[in-house]
């Protein structure tokens, strides 16, 4: 039957109507009139999308990690079969079931059904939904001396948005070792307040003898979202393994999406389950697989696996660990439960260290004039302490937020927000701002005044919060070291392709490359043609772009020389393999 008068695109070709929408949202032509329901459902949708994950001029840095990964591996992302655009609209609506043990904000998470290779993306979305989250919690732990062959726990976790958490563990005692105490752990985030109560970790040959008894560490006056405190925040959503953009391949499974890399893309996860009691330690190169939630990308299961790698051999027989390649040294389920509705415990009584940050309504200072949709205020007040005296405002969406911390008592001649002594200049609205290689903070210095902007967001994000700042980012005053940034390296010296990270370090000059958690890698190069006698008696000798060179397997170096240049390839979190294939894409 043909289209009667004033039948819309949709009444004719529903796909071809939500197509249409999609390519206006790219900038492509103008939105078809009128919208049928389904096509305005799917534009609110999209907005709501593109609100949250938009990419600003501002570029994220080269992450050469999955490029790494993928050839090292030669395991291709996973990737959908094509569908019917209607079925991706369709997709956009799944509402993740809203229970006792896990609360999410209505309408959202969105399933990662349309396309497991944009899991990052989907997991930086969904932390903005996740509200609440109750779980039961077993962990497994193995080879953490050899007079302790296994540890088992049991507990529960507990959070509340923003930035409310406690992780509660006690060892099973059928599993305790003769002279060994009960490695029991309770660790606390609450707002500006931070305790944990546990054994404290020492060296596994020191052990038993060295662990002594259980104590407490209570902090307060922390300032919101503490670079100390936030790493247990990971232990819900693994946020910090995406950023500043990055992606990891997925595969679906059962009822989740599987992750499969490494402790140094996943470090921050980590470090949260490993922020109090005396668990074993694991190296950067160790396998990881997580599981997420399909729905709110929450995690269910996270494994760790020793590796067998050059570098880390050598750390297990330095740290005393002799567990064989392929174990699974740290398994950690959540099962969502409801848990009973009693508060949060109380601090025990113990000596108390001070941060030296005070809440306050309105601490002051200038404030950012946009925002992604739906943060909220979140705390503020001022940081008191050694250096000068700042004011600190947070925003939060769910698990999500932001940061911004002003001065005008500038110490020292350096960036505000710990960027470190290699920095990258880009456009911040009108004027300049810094970030760090793996673009986790932006900061703006003006006359008078410092700042910086940094949160659980994409690099573009926070320049979009930075620009609209009060304060013009200006270049930085002539002297100051993180003002000494290279535009061009010279004859013969290799970098890696995207945007430029280097500085002089001394008559070195330092190359940076980045990579989400541990996982950058610094190229460090002077001229020179020998490179003189190993240091140390385990380097094996390797062949780096067609020529001689040697791996440390303890320092995790790479060295050789080529074109006149002594050349240095140094990273915490990538072994020899991924070292030499970023060596082999260095170009002059």
Request: proline content about 8%.
């Amino acid at each position: 039957m043909p289209p009667t008068r004033g039948a819309t695109v949709a009444d004719r070709d529903p796909q071809a109507h939500l197509r249409r929408i999609s390519e206006a949202l790219d900038g492509d032509g103008a939105l078809p009139h009128p919208l049928d329901p389904e096509g305005a459902a799917f534009l609110d949708a999209a907005t709501r999308l593109r609100s949250r994950m938009r990419v600003e001029a501002a570029a994220t840095p080269p992450d050469v990690t999955d490029a790494v990964l993928e050839r090292v591996r030669a395991e291709p992302k996973a990737r959908p079969s094509p569908r019917p655009l209607s079925l991706v609209a369709a997709a956009v609506f799944v509402v993740a079931a809203v229970g006792a043990a896990l609360a999410v904000r209505p309408g959202g998470p969105i399933a990662p059904e349309p396309v497991l290779a944009d899991v990052g993306e989907r997991v930086l979305q969904a932390q903005q939904d996740v509200l609440a989250l109750d779980a039961a919690v077993t962990l497994v732990e193995r080879g953490a001396h050899p007079e302790v062959p296994v540890r088992t726990y049991a507990g529960t976790l507990r959070y509340q948005a923003p930035e409310r958490l406690w992780l509660h563990l006690v060892q099973d005692r059928t599993s305790l070792a003769t002279g060994f105490p009960a490695n029991d752990l309770d660790l606390v985030v609450d707002d500006g307040r931070a305790w944990s109560s546990g054994l404290r970790g020492c060296p596994v040959d020191a052990q038993p003898g060295c662990l002594g008894d259980s104590d407490a560490r209570v902090v307060s006056g922390l300032a919101p979202f503490a670079a100390d405190w936030v790493a247990p925040l990971d232990l819900v959503i693994p946020v910090d393994a995406f950023l500043p953009g990055a992606e990891l391949a997925a595969s679906a499974t059962g009822g989740g999406v599987e992750i499969t890399t490494t402790v140094a893309r996943l470090q921050r996860t980590i470090d949260g389950l490993r922020a109090a009691g005396a668990l074993r330690a694991v190296h950067a190169t160790d396998a990881v697989r997580v599981e997420l939630d399909r729905d709110t990308f929450t995690i269910r299961r996270l494994t760790v696996t020793a590796g067998d790698t050059a570098a880390r051999v050598a750390w297990a027989a330095s740290n005393g660990y002799s567990e064989p390649a392929g174990t699974a040294v740290l398994d950690l389920t959540l099962t969502e439960q409801s848990l009973p509705g009693s508060p949060f415990p109380t601090a025990p009584i113990a000596v108390e260290r001070d941060a030296g940050f005070a809440d306050r309504a309105d601490p002051g200072g200038p404030a950012p004039t946009w925002l992604p949709t739906g943060f909220s205020a979140h705390r503020g007040g001022v940081q008191h302490g050694s250096g000068a005296t700042t004011t600190v405002r947070s925003w939060s969406d769910g698990r999500a937020w932001i940061r911004v911390d002003v001065t005008t008592e500038r110490a020292g001649d350096a960036l505000v927000g710990g960027l470190g002594p290699i920095v990258r200049a880009l456009e911040v609205g009108d004027g300049t701002g810094y970030t760090d290689p793996t673009g986790s903070v932006v900061s703006l210095h003006d006359d008078g005044i410092d700042a910086a902007v940094s949160g659980s967001v994409p690099l573009a994000v926070l320049v979009r919060v930075a620009a609209s700042l009060p304060i013009l980012g200006r270049e930085l005053p002539e002297g100051w070291p993180q003002g000494e940034v290279l535009e061009s390296l010279p004859e013969g010296a290799l970098r890696p392709a995207g945007a430029l990270i280097a500085r002089y370090d001394g008559v070195d000059l330092l190359v940076a490359l980045p990579g989400p958690g541990q996982t950058s890698a610094v190229l460090r190069q002077r001229p020179g043609t020998t490179l003189g006698p190993a240091a140390k008696a385990d380097v094996s000798q390797v062949e780096v772009r067609g020529v001689a060179g040697r791996y440390e397997p303890r320092t995790q170096v790479v060295t050789w020389v080529e074109g006149g240049w002594i050349r240095e390839l140094r990273s915490e979190g990538l072994d020899l393999a991924a070292l030499l294939v970023i060596a082999e894409d260095l170009r002059p």
